[in-house]
Structures are given as C-alpha cells and as structure tokens.
C-alpha cells in the first residue's frame, strides 16, 4: 500500500451494524435527566452502576453484536440454526460484559433486544423499516433455543408473582413498546420542534407508560410499577420534557423513582432498542452501502 494511502476500508455491514447499536447503547446511558437511571447526572437508584460502567459495557458488546450480524449474514434465514448461533454469541456477549464490569448486570436486556435486532436487519439490509426489522426479530424470538439455560431470573421470578409480560415476551410479539410508543413518540416530539434530546426522553417515557419492566417490579413490586407508568403518563400530558410544567413532574418522577428504588432497566434498554431502529430507518445506510 502505498505510504500516503491513509483511506479507511469501508465497514462491513456487520460492522456497521455493531457500530450503530454500540452508538444506541452509549445515546441511551448518556441522555440526561432519565427518571432513576444512570446518565450525566449521576447513579440513579443504582449503588453498583455509573456513567464509566455503561460505556465500557456498551463498548465490550460490539464483537457480540457483529458476530450476530454475520450470523444472520452466513445462515440467510429465519431459522432454529440462527436461533441458536445468537444464543451461543448473546450468552458470550453477557460474558464479556461481565468481565468487563466486574460481574454487574449493565446490559443483559439490551444484549437480548438489539442483538435480535441487529440480526434481523442484517438477514435483509433492502427491508429495514422498522416494522419489517422488528417482525424478523419477533420471529427468531419465538424459536426455541436448545442450549439456552432456564435460570430462575430476576424476570421469571417476577413473571410467577405478578404474571408479568418481560423481555421475551415483549420480543416474541414484536416489541409493541418501541413500535407503538416510544418510536411514534420520538417522531412527534421531533415534529414538534422539541429538540433531540427532549424527543428522546419523551421517547422513554412512552415506553414506561405501558411497559411491563421487571426490573422495576424485582426491586419496587406493583406499586414501583404504578408509580413508573403513572409518572411518565404525566410528564407527557403535561407537555413533555420541553415543558416547564413538564420537566417539574419529570424531576418528580426521579425523586420517587429512587425513593422507591425502581429504575426502569428495561425502558432504558427499550429505547436505546428505539434509537437503533431509528437510525437503521432513517438513514438508510444499510440499503445504499450493501
Ligand atoms: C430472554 C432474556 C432477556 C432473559 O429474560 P429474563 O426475563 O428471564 O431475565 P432477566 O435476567 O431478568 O433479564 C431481563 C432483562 O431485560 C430487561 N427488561 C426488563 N423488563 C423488560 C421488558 N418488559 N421488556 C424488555 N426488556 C425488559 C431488563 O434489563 C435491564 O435491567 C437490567 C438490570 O436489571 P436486573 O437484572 O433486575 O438487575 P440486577 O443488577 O441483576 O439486580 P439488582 O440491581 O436489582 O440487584 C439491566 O441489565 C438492563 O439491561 C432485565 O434485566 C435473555 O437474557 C436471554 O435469554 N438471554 C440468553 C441469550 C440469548 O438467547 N440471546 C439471544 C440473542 S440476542
Ligand atoms: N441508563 C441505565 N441506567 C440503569 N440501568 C440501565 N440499563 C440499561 N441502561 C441503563
């Protein structure tokens, strides 16, 4: 090569694809004021997780997710093998996360929304709608995955008390909190003119109107769970976080949040999940490159 030769080689669409969720995680950590979650201003309701630790574990992700994508990109179909190659490479993933991280759990939701993400979009980079993107993710969730470990988790856990909708099955039909709240809030409060930052927690607190969050219901039960979905509703009927009236339910929020020890894990996850099929969407950068 020659010496001056200093053009990068361009991405793969694998590697692009890790980029863009790496990109998604580290907008979520960093979007500031969310409701009990770790972001610019500090710690939230979390004694064990910072700003530092979320970025480094979204870093540590970034071979799980293109190997995924090159998962979907060598096996081409929606089907139990690729199901199961994703297992094997999300379980990995977790594992690097935690070694990371010194064994706390940043991400292991996120690990399971955006890597079948990531793998949808990559099996057909041409169909990247959002809705096309999460119907492909739906159905590789609805596999079942041989080898995977049925662990009593904090989600099972709660899906026997409360009969709990979490993780799977949020993905399994489709992921209606991203595509019916948090991605059509993103969009009007864009329209809106409210500014990005702002569209982006209006975005969160859609999700957190309706979601089922077993995060928030291991660590606070059903009121935990009320006072989230309750909460967020208000901060959007009164005019969301640009509104002055709306960032004082917002700071509210926050303050009961943590009182209560609730924080939304799995909204956070759900819209770094939202921003992800945002940019997949709209800059139609997997189209045009591939
Ligand atoms: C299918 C799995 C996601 C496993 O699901 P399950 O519910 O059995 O397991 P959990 O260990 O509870 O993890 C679920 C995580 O998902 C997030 N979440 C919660 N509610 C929802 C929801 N309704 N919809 C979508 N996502 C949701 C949430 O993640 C965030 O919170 C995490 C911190 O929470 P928590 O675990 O309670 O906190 P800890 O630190 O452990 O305890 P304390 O702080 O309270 O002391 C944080 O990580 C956020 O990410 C839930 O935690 C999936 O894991 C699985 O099967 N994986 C296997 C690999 C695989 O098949 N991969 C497929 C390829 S991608
Ligand atoms: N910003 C955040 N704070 C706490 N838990 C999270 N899980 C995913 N994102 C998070």
Redesign the pocket.
Known sequence: MHALNLQAKPLSLSERLADLAVDA?ID??D?SP?P????RRG????TD?HLGL?HASALSLWPAFKEMAEAAVDIGAVDTALREAIGRIGREGEQAMLATTNGVN??R??IWALGLLVTAAALEPKSSSANAVSVRAARLALLDDRYAPKPLSHGAQVALRYGARGAREEAQLGFPSMLQRGLPQLKRSRANGHGEQNARLDALLAIMTDLADT?VLYRAGEQGLQAMQHGAQAVLDAGGSASLSGRRRLHALDQQLIALNA????A??L??ATLLLDRIERDGILQGAF
């Open positions: 995680l979520e950590a979007l969310k009990a979650l770790v972001d710690n939230g309701a979390h997780l979320m940043t991400h939701g996120a995060c924080s939304p894990g799995g956070a996850d819209l770094a």
